[in-house]
């Protein structure tokens, strides 16, 4: 067993929200749980009772109905939760409404602002009537493609106070991707700002907001909200716009809640559209709100006394992740701009004086604070945090080892996995169990998470496909237009008969935590020997000089072989030398299958707008095959490095 890197104190563990749940359930249900495993065994082998403690002991506002409150519980999909269940999803975002901070707000030029509860309900009930006189009703979609500000919480607290459902792009995204998006689910409403900042930049939307407009329906309404100090925009080029002060209902006194169904839809989010139109994954009431309170109050730790940070844009489901925090009563902060703005050291600057306890980002970001030689611990205090949670893509062993040398050495660092089609995680952190290096600590509690071989048979220690063996509350309830389900169906349940597979690539560790290898539709075969990207990947990017990696498997002689491409720093050019130094690495810390055939350099990697590589793109330009849905991507022009490259035609 290796030694952890991290391990909470006992008063540390005696003092979580999750240690204390677990006594109650001793008491209640009359058993005798003495550790996690205890915990989680016991929550996917009594899902019915483990799911309705949640809604009782995190303080759901609205009634459980009668039981049973598990139908079809061996169905998938099929699995009917909390079927006579009635709540609202804002109204428990909105439980505390007094003069604690609920948001705070930043953006890269330095602008700051805050709002209390009290505040945040009243423009709720601002914002709500404005939509209501607009015939917004429950079942409605009501879209924001708009920055990660404070009035766009509003506005999805607001819609979803109707029973309305909400939906988001960021504004980095491009016509086509917009249309690809927001015209499957036709929303009524869509919120919207004149401009946005990155990089230093200020970047125009009207054009871009002018072409949205001109092909969705000419009913849909644009509300451009305030953001950058601008003069009213120009928008008569647009059919049923306004301004914000024109929309809402500055008189309102309250918030009318409407109770809707514990499956009744709240979100919709988005497949990333990397290999086709994006599927369009719509995520109930009731099962993201308990989910989310799982993994906050229970897996995170966050009370009322924490200060919350993620990282994230309005197109990225951490975003979503990120506002549900307001339902245990504590300050989030949102940060709209490039995290590299104005310096590498911004968003620890602004953690620094705010007292950030829980800081949420990506793997990448954490790797691209160590290439850059970033060591926040001494530039700032940090007093108050407490943890870093990473997510997007696999944290690399040496990011493990970064954080707890140049950020803090006393604080839980959980690498968390699931994604936008749970809207929540497979596996996450734990306050009650050490950290190992290289490993996200656990599975979640009453998610029944298994590796499977490619036969179908369950493995521990070993590498295969991540799937959830039984129901959760936060599965999708279907996808949009998708009447018999068949899309449904297909993506998560074709693999493997009534089980979820979620094409992930990965394995359950000793320790009963997880390492994620990689995507499975990335993963490579040489030879017949399965490979995760992510296990070359930490390798690579370990070499002085190499930014990041990208590697597919390219056909070659009946047979596939390892492309690897690489981004170098600034001045450094791959040559040979540095090609046996990859290789050398490469072969000594994983095995000879796992060394590339052919090391390209090229200037940039493709990714998604919310950051992760894009392997199966990249395979598909280097045979000639067409990319159907480039709008998908941050950066489409990268793909043109890896088309036509005469080092792979030999």
Excluded at 97 to 113: H, L, M, V
Excluded at 135 to 163: C, H, Q, R, W, Y
Excluded at 530 to 550: F, N, P
Aim: glycine content about 8%; aromatic content about 10%; charged content about 20%.
């Amino acid at each position: 067993m290796t030694q952890p890197l991290w391990s909470p104190s006992q008063a540390q563990i005696e003092q979580s929200q999750l240690y204390q749940f677990m006594q109650n359930i001793n008491k209640s249900c009359s058993v005798k749980l003495d550790s996690y495993s205890d915990l989680h065994r016991w929550s996917i082998e009594n899902p019915e009772s483990f799911w309705l403690n949640i809604w009782e002991q995190c303080n759901v506002i609205g009634s459980t109905g009668n039981a049973p409150y598990l139908l079809n519980e061996n169905l998938m999909p099929g699995a009917k939760w909390f079927p006579e269940a009635q709540l609202n999803f804002a109204e428990n975002l909105l439980k505390y409404r007094d003069q604690n901070t609920a948001i705070i707000n930043y953006n890269e030029a330095g602008k700051r602002s805050e709002i209390s509860y009290q505040e945040l309900y009243n423009q709720v009930a601002q914002y709500a009537s404005g939509l209501k006189k607009a015939g917004i009703t429950k079942g409605d979609v009501v879209a924001g493609f708009m920055p990660n500000i404070t009035e766009t919480v509003i506005a999805m607290l607001a819609t979803t106070s109707l029973g309305a459902i909400w939906t988001s792009c960021s504004p980095d995204f491009g016509v086509q991707g917009v249309i690809d998006r927001f015209g499957q689910v036709k929303p009524k409403v869509i919120f919207t700002t004149q401009s946005y900042l990155y990089n230093g930049k200020r970047i125009d939307c009207l054009e871009k907001i002018s072409g949205i407009a001109s092909q969705l329906s000419e009913n849909t309404a644009f509300v451009f909200v305030p953001y950058l100090d601008e003069p009213t925009p120009e928008f008569s080029q647009i059919k049923n716009a306004c301004v914000l002060s024109d929309f809402i209902d500055s008189n309102a006194p309250e918030v009318n809640f409407t109770p809707v169904k514990f499956s009744d839809p709240l979100y919709v989010m988005y497949s990333s559209g990397t290999t086709g139109t994006p599927k369009c994954i719509v995520h109930s009431t009731g099962g993201t709100l308990l989910q989310h309170l799982k993994e906050h109050q229970l897996h995170t730790d966050i009370s009322r006394d924490d200060n919350l940070f993620y990282f994230t844009t309005c197109g990225w489901m951490m975003w979503n992740w990120l506002v549900s925090g307001l339902a245990c009563g504590c300050t989030i902060t949102l940060y709209d701009g490039s995290p590299f703005a104005p310096s590498p050291s911004a968003l620890w600057n602004m953690a620094d004086k705010e007292k950030v306890s829980v800081f949420g980002t990506s793997a990448k970001y954490i790797a691209a604070l160590e290439k850059a030689n970033i060591s926040p611990k001494k530039e700032f205090e940090l007093s108050e945090l407490r943890a870093i949670l990473s997510t997007g893509s696999p944290l690399a062993h040496e990011s493990f080892d970064y954080v707890y040398r140049e950020v803090k050495t006393d604080l839980l660092l959980a690498s968390i996995s699931g994604g936008t089609d749970i809207i929540s995680c497979f596996a996450l952190g734990c306050p009650i169990l050490p950290v190992q290096k290289g490993e996200l600590q656990c599975l979640g509690l009453g998610m029944d998470v298994a590796i499977f071989d490619e036969s179908g048979v369950e493995v521990t220690q070993k590498k295969g496909e991540l799937v959830c063996k039984s129901p959760f509350p936060s599965m999708p309830i279907y996808f949009w237009d998708d009447a018999d389900g068949e899309k449904y169906q297909n993506t998560y349940f074709n693999q493997f008969k009534n089980r979820w597979a979620h094409g992930d690539y990965g394995e359950i560790t000793e320790h009963g935590g997880m390492i994620i290898h990689g995507r499975s539709d990335a993963v490579l075969n040489p030879g017949g020997v399965r490979i995760g990207t992510a296990e070359i990947y930490r390798q690579v990017e370990r070499v002085d000089g190499v930014i990041e990696s990208l590697c597919v498997g390219q056909p070659w002689e009946n047979d596939t072989r390892v492309v690897l491409f690489v981004v170098m720093s600034e001045g450094t050019l791959l040559d040979d030398c540095l090609r046996n130094t990859i290789k050398q690495t490469i072969r000594q810390h994983t095995t000879p299958r796992h060394v590339p055939a052919k090391i390209i350099q090229v200037p940039e990697i493709p990714r998604t707008i919310s950051g992760k590589i894009v392997e199966l793109a990249v395979r598909k330009v280097i045979l000639g095959e067409t990319v159907s849905n480039k709008d998908a991507l941050a950066n489409p022009d990268a793909l043109d490095y890896f088309a036509n490259l005469p080092e792979l035609a030999s």
